[in-house]
Structures are given as C-alpha cells and as structure tokens.
C-alpha cells in the first residue's frame, strides 16, 4: 500500500510505498493465498506484517485451496508438452498420498527420497 509521509499546507508532497517481498515465487503465493485461510492480514502500509508463517500455520493451511496454477506455468514453460492442470494435480494428489500411506512427513527428507513423484 501507501500513504502520505510528509504533508504541509498544500497537502501531501511525498508518499511511500510499502511492499512485502519474498525469496519465491512458491512463497509468495503461499502467503498470498494461506493468509486468508489463516485470518492473518498484511497489516496497514505504516505498519506491513510480512512475517513468515510459522510451522504450525502451514500445517494448518488446507493446501487443496492453493492455485499453483503460476509456479507450474513457470516451472513447465519450456517444456514441449506439459502436463495439464489437473494432470499436475493429480500426479501431486498421488505423491501426497503415497507420503501419507508410508508414514512420511512432507519435512521427513530421508523418507521423501524414496518416493519421488
């Protein structure tokens, strides 16, 4: 957002432009859709909250209701015949499932190894 950061008499002569930025797209759009599910907002633009969630937030959040839709037209551009949207989900839905069925946690690496999608 912005607002005005000085102002005199004839009104406001300089305004500041507050962002949050991320170190991925991938995390950009998981803040920008998780939030919400969240109930946590960005804050006002004098005072932004751009924290990062925490674990137990993004356990919380139902990622079922993320649009990837962004990052994997990104990831799959350069590819000759990419996989659709539901065919990403899909193939996404089985890797998931095939975690939980062996016990894994998405932040186990030793047991995600063993399970490439």
């Known amino acids: 957002g912005s607002y005005c ?3 005199n008499l004839f009104g406001c002569y300089a305004h ?3 962002y949050c ?7 950009r759009i998981i ?3 998780g939030r919400p599910q969240l109930g946590i907002g960005w804050g ?3 005072i932004p909250n751009c924290r990062g969630l925490t674990a137990v937030e993004l356990a919380s959040i139902n990622f079922e ?5 962004e990052y994997f037209a990104d990831a799959f551009a350069e590819m000759a015949d990419p996989p659709s949207g539901a065919q990403m989900q899909s193939i996404i839905g089985n890797y998931i499932n095939r975690l ?9 690496d030793g047991c995600i190894t063993g399970l490439s999608p």
């Open 5 to 7: 950061r000085h102002d």
């Open 16 to 18: 500041a432009y507050v």
């Open 21 to 27: 930025a991320f170190t991925s797209k991938i995390g």
């Open 31 to 33: 803040q920008e859709q």
């Open 44 to 46: 006002s633009p004098q």
């Open 65 to 69: 209701l993320i649009n990837f839709e």
């Open 100 to 108: 939980q069925s062996a016990g894994c946690s998405q932040f186990d």
